[in-house]
T-cell receptor, first 115, second 113 residues
Framework: EAGVTQSPTHLIKTRGQQATLRCSPI?????VYWYQQALGLGLQFLLW???????NRGNFPPRFSGRQFPNYSSELNVNALELEDSALYLC??????????????FGPGTRLTVT | AQSVAQPEDQVNVAEGNPLTVKCTYS??????LFWYVQYPNRGLQFLLK??????LVKGSYGFEAEFNKSQTSFHLKKPSALVSDSALYFC???????????FGSGTRLQVQP
């Protein structure tokens, strides 16, 4: 069974540009989560999508946004990039329903560098 | 606000010795608690979870964790450490019914041969 996949592996952008990160969940998983792992700040929850809807977002500005497609894959968009957006962005997915509460499986991440 | 604390940045243990990685939590209600491990150049891997029921939870690779409500702790343990257990370990919590995981700062486990 294929795990969570993310693309690209690395992304280099200039301050002020936009970045788009992509995630494909494990087959059968309907929920997708995004986390930011920044140096010195640890892992922080960004967004949760389920059935195409944004269900919850963490304490991040609106320039962090995303969407979930009908096939449950997801995009994370970061607009007006700032230097402090440089981080590893992790995507996770979960199989919902009875017996599988909140156990999230993570992808390898996209390393975003803003110069 | 929810928080998970891992008081040790690094834990060193000799191969074959028991290991403990400490975690305390401040999560409202009846928390869901997890341990994840991050190996170099690999993604976060799920180790085990506590949802409800037995306070001693067994997980992957021989790891176990004990939920202690009175001490608000969820320490990770293994009876006999392996060099291959060397990695970064995260204690993770979430209030029951919530999906946003709160991660601890991580503890680097170094197992010496």
């Amino acid at each position: 069974e294929a795990g969570v996949t993310q693309s690209p592996t690395h992304l280099i952008k200039t301050r002020g540009q936009q970045a788009t990160l992509r995630c494909s969940p494990i087959s059968g998983h309907t929920s997708v989560y995004w986390y930011q792992q920044a140096l010195g700040l640890g892992l922080q929850f960004l967004l949760w999508y389920d059935e195409g809807e944004e269900r919850n977002r963490g304490n991040f500005p609106p320039r962090f946004s995303g969407r979930q497609f009908p096939n449950y894959s997801s995009e994370l968009n970061v607009n007006a990039l700032e230097l402090e957006d440089s981080a590893l962005y992790l995507c996770a997915s979960s199989l919902d329903g009875q017996g599988h509460p909140y156990e999230q499986y993570f992808g390898p991440g996209t390393r975003l560098t803003v110069t | 606000a929810q928080s998970v604390a891992q008081p040790e940045d690094q834990v060193n243990v000799a191969e074959g010795n028991p290991l403990t990685v400490k975690c305390t939590y401040s999560v409202s209600g009846n928390p869901y608690l997890f341990w994840y491990v991050q190996y170099p150049n690999r993604g976060l891997q799920f180790l085990l979870k506590y949802i409800t029921g037995d306070n001693l939870v067994k997980g992957s690779y021989g790891f176990e964790a004990e939920f202690n409500k009175s001490q608000t702790s969820f320490h990770l343990k293994k009876p006999s450490a392996l060099v291959s257990d060397s990695a970064l370990y995260f204690c993770v919590g979430a209030p029951a019914g919530r999906r946003a995981l709160t991660f601890g700062s991580g503890t680097r486990l170094q197992v010496q041969p």
